[in-house]
């Protein structure tokens, strides 16, 4: 009985030992499982979930180049901006970071949990709370920075329009990148949250002005403070850029057209580069940093006078008397006049049954070319563009540069019209009347040039005939201030040299010598002592007129009043420099435009 039992209690013990075994087998390989399935198959999540709660990735954003005038004085640079960001993974618990942060800064709490909700995504990564925050909000953070895990202020280069509004429209701004500009390729190292150029030289020369990103590894704390540095790949600055534009010329052109809207531009004749490019209202590129509101947004949009445009490469307007330059070498080079040629104004010229006004409705008598050009007499340019015909005018219209892109590196430039038999036909579907053609030799009816492409002719003019490209770059320098050689599609070009003879410019140049200095010249008043000025008033009408309606404008809104422009140019020293200027509602070329031209030069060559 004893043997018996002994035996019983063997086998209890050996299943029960069995049993333990098995449990213990199970248990072990449902940990082995586990561990197969954390570290093999989950281990690279995992992984990185460990490496991110003790090693950072950090971008280094690169110092965006500066910009500097021709003379080297700064007109965008970089200035520090502190930028508040919260790191969920560090905030815990988030909630109570958050209220804190709230309290202490006076922000919205439903604002801070609206923009990390539209994050949540980004548990490892810095989300931006509020950026460019001031030194007061700086100095909370810094002093509660115990207080607020996972909470920091980062150090970033922001956008600086030194002089605000002036020069805006040719300088550009900053935005955040969009999707169509991500995948165009023409942004190879940006991600999305990137500021790149959005119009002017911003834009044209962001290749160069945005430098090469950066990178480092941190090792953080808990909280996740950084507690060193594992690893640091330098960001490479960007280039600068140096301008053509004399900024004192710049700001003299901001401050004669304030108030105004229009253009101006002021070009050397010798070699084409732009000094001053004025387009009013202007608006203020810091203002689109940070992200411009909609109000704002809306108000510019909205703005009757257009101040997003670049009127000086995108205003189109009809060239009025300043046309008659094209007017008056087309008469002499196709021979139907000459210097000597004379025609009667009586202050109207009847084409079949309409009579088609001179400005001076007393008229100008028996003039010739030189004063007709003086006096801005239209009679005399409508009998000679009866006898050229609009197509004929129309080719030394383009081969002065007229009706087509001038080639600045500015973005989008408007052509403007130069009208033909063929044009309208295609445009409208009918047929040219010869009586269209007389408006057009005034530089109205379907004419519309941009003040670039004037500046560009009253330039080539001036230099005897050599038509350059105009160009707003100067240089471009490495941040380690190497002169960077200019890619082929950067470098300027000499358009063409105007065709016609040496002798038929001189008349024009002296007829337009005659607008200032002459004793019935219509631009008296824009005579500069101590300097050779030469130049050519207009008036473009807005509205039509009917036979026999008073000259008076007065009487009408200030939409409809007419433009005024004013081409010249001044010598001095070997110097020859030219500029438009048109004032938009004007009235009057010599009176609203002529001035600002005047001071434009006189600025620019007695300094």
């Known amino acids: 009985m004893h043997k018996y039992l002994k035996n019983t209690d063997t086998e209890w013990y050996k299943q029960r030992v069995v049993s333990v075994v098995c449990i213990v087998i199970a248990a072990f390989a449902?940990?082995?499982?586990?561990?197969?399935?954390?570290?093999?198959?989950?281990?690279?999540?995992?992984?990185?979930?460990?490496?991110?709660?003790?090693?950072?990735?950090?971008?280094?954003?690169?110092q965006r180049g500066v910009i500097f005038d021709r003379n080297g004085l700064p007109l965008v640079n970089n200035r520090p901006s502190f930028n508040l960001s919260i790191t969920l993974k560090d905030a815990k618990p988030v909630k109570n970071t958050i209220k804190k942060l709230s309290d202490y800064l006076n922000l919205a709490y439903d604002n801070i949990i609206n923009i990390i909700e539209s994050n949540k995504d980004l548990a490892y990564n810095p989300i931006i709370l509020k950026k460019d925050i001031g030194r007061k909000m700086l100095a909370v953070v810094e002093t509660h920075k115990f207080d607020l895990p996972g909470v920091a202020i980062d150090v970033q280069s922001?956008?600086?329009y030194i002089f605000g509004d002036c020069g805006a429209h040719f300088l550009g701004y900053l935005g955040e990148i969009n999707n169509t500009e991500l995948h165009s390729g023409d942004y190879?190292?940006?991600?999305?949250?990137?500021?790149?150029?959005?119009?002017?030289?911003?834009?044209?020369?962001?290749?160069?002005?945005?430098?090469?990103?950066?990178?480092?590894?941190?090792?953080?704390?808990?909280?996740?403070?950084?507690?060193?540095?594992?690893?640091?790949?330098?960001?490479?600055?960007?280039?600068?850029?140096?301008?053509?534009?004399?900024?004192?010329?710049?700001?003299?052109?901001?401050?004669?057209m304030s108030g105004l809207s229009g253009a101006a531009v002021v070009i050397d004749a010798l070699n084409g580069h732009i000094l001053a490019?004025?387009?009013?209202?202007?608006?203020?590129?810091?203002?689109?940093?940070?992200?411009?509101?909609?109000?704002?947004?809306n108000e510019l949009l909205l703005n009757p006078n257009r101040p997003m445009e670049n009127k000086a490469i995108r205003g189109q307007y009809p060239p009025a008397?300043?046309?008659?330059?094209?007017?008056?070498?087309?008469?002499?080079?196709?021979?139907?006049?000459?210097?000597?040629?004379?025609?009667?104004?009586?202050?109207?010229?009847?084409?079949?049954?309409?009579?088609?006004?001179?400005w001076k409705r007393t008229g100008h008598g028996s003039v010739d070319l030189k004063a007709a050009l003086a006096e801005s007499c239209d009679v005399f340019f409508y009998h000679v563009g009866m006898r050229i015909g609009?197509?004929?005018?129309?080719?030394?219209?383009?081969?002065?540069?007229?009706?087509?892109?001038?080639?600045?590196r500015m973005g989008r430039e408007e052509s403007g019209v130069i009208p033909t038999e063929r044009w309208k036909r295609l445009r409208f579907g009918t047929p040219w009347h010869k009586g269209e053609t007389l408006p057009v030799a005034i530089g109205q009816g379907y004419n519309l040039t941009t003040p670039i492409q004037m500046a560009v002719l009253v330039a080539t003019v001036a230099n005897g005939g050599r038509m350059f490209e105009p160009v707003i770059l100067k240089k471009i320098e490495t941040a380690s201030h190497k002169i960077r050689p200019l890619p082929d599609d950067l470098k300027q070009k000499e358009i063409r040299k105007f065709p016609f003879k040496k002798e038929n410019l001189e008349i024009v140049k002296s007829g337009l010598w005659e607008v200032i200095n002459g004793p019935s010249g219509t631009a008296r008043r824009a005579r500069i002592e101590g300097l050779d000025v030469y130049g050519k008033t207009g008036t473009a009408q807005v509205v039509g007129r009917k036979t026999g309606e008073k000259d008076s404008d007065k009487e009408l809104p200030d939409h409809f009043k007419p433009h005024a422009w004013f081409v010249a140019w001044a010598e001095n020293e070997g110097k020859k420099i030219a500029c438009s200027v048109i004032v938009e509602?004007?009235?009057?070329?010599?009176?609203?435009?002529?001035?600002?031209?005047?001071?434009?030069?006189?600025?620019y060559l007695k300094r």
């Open 30 to 62: 449902v940990l082995g499982l586990r561990l197969f399935y954390l570290q093999v198959l989950e281990g690279e999540k995992y992984r990185s979930s460990s490496d991110n709660q003790k090693i950072r990735k950090h971008s280094i954003e690169p």
């Open 158 to 160: 922001r956008r600086n």
């Open 188 to 256: 190879p190292d940006c991600r999305p949250g990137d500021h790149v150029g959005k119009i002017g030289i911003e834009k044209e020369y962001d290749r160069f002005l945005r430098g090469e990103r950066g990178g480092r590894l941190v090792e953080v704390n808990v909280k996740g403070q950084i507690m060193r540095n594992l690893q640091v790949v330098e960001a490479q600055p960007g280039d600068n850029v140096f301008l053509t534009i004399d900024h004192r010329t710049q700001a003299r052109g901001m401050e004669l």
């Open 277 to 297: 490019m004025v387009s009013t209202p202007s608006f203020n590129p810091n203002s689109f940093i940070g992200g411009i509101s909609n109000r704002e947004w």
């Open 321 to 358: 008397s300043t046309y008659k330059i094209v007017t008056a070498i087309a008469g002499l080079e196709e021979g139907v006049i000459d210097k000597d040629t004379t025609f009667y104004c009586p202050g109207f010229l009847r084409y079949g049954d309409r009579a088609f006004r001179c």
């Open 390 to 408: 609009v197509d004929k005018l129309a080719d030394y219209a383009k081969i002065c540069g007229l009706g087509s892109p001038t080639g600045i």
């Open 585 to 603: 509602h004007g009235e009057s070329g010599s009176g609203s435009a002529a001035p600002i031209a005047r001071e434009l030069l006189k600025c």
